[in-house]
């Protein structure tokens, strides 16, 4: 038996059409080609869908968008043909949006690793720069230091020379040491 259409109860994207005369046939609404489990994607325990699932549960795939759109053409549909049309149109306006966020949402990730890499390299010049800082600054005080002690050991060893040995045993000493 053909299936006829004939006028939609609660299809959500058609508005109220009258049914299709067709020769005392028995007819099949628009509803009972848009089974639930036509339109709902399959998943495999996934519950990160959810909002996917229940838009696409309440709407027909394209696929059976088109399978009724070629037989309200082939029954004269006008209202269902209308309908199908401008629910196509919608899909199209919405898959040129959902291209649009994709361009721009791949520019901001594009945009962003440029960043980090940026920011990556500027961190690796301020560690190597601040290394060397240190390393300079470690040598500066290294000779601040020894440079600060050397008037000191001087006057040491002048004054080291400037006393007189007093006993036989430090002039031995003194001499050893020369």
Not at 61 to 77: C, E, P, T, V
Not at 90 to 102: P, S
Not at 140 to 167: C, H, W, Y
Request: aromatic share 6%; charged share 30%; with cysteine.
């Amino acid at each position: 038996m053909p299936l006829r259409l004939c006028k939609p109860s609660s299809a959500p994207f058609l508005s109220n059409s009258s049914p299709i005369p067709i020769n005392n046939i028995k007819r099949r609404s628009l509803k009972a080609y848009l089974a639930p489990g036509d339109s709902a994607p399959t998943t495999n325990g996934e519950e990160g869908n959810n909002e996917i699932q229940e838009g696409q549960e309440r709407e027909p795939s394209l696929k059976n968008l088109m399978k009724i759109y070629r037989q309200a053409i082939f029954y004269g549909d006008e209202k269902t043909i209308l309908n199908i049309e401008a629910k196509v149109g919608t899909i199209e306006k919405e898959n040129q949006e959902l291209l649009q966020k994709v361009s721009s949402l791949s520019a901001e990730i594009t945009s962003g690793k440029e960043k980090y890499i940026r920011l990556q390299a500027d961190f690796d010049n301020f560690r190597r720069r601040s290394d060397k800082e240190r390393v300079n600054i470690r040598s500066d005080a290294q000779g601040e230091v020894i440079e600060s002690l050397l008037p000191m050991v001087d006057n040491f060893e002048r004054a080291k020379q400037q006393i007189q040995p007093e006993t036989e045993k430090e002039t031995k000493n003194k001499m050893q040491k020369s």
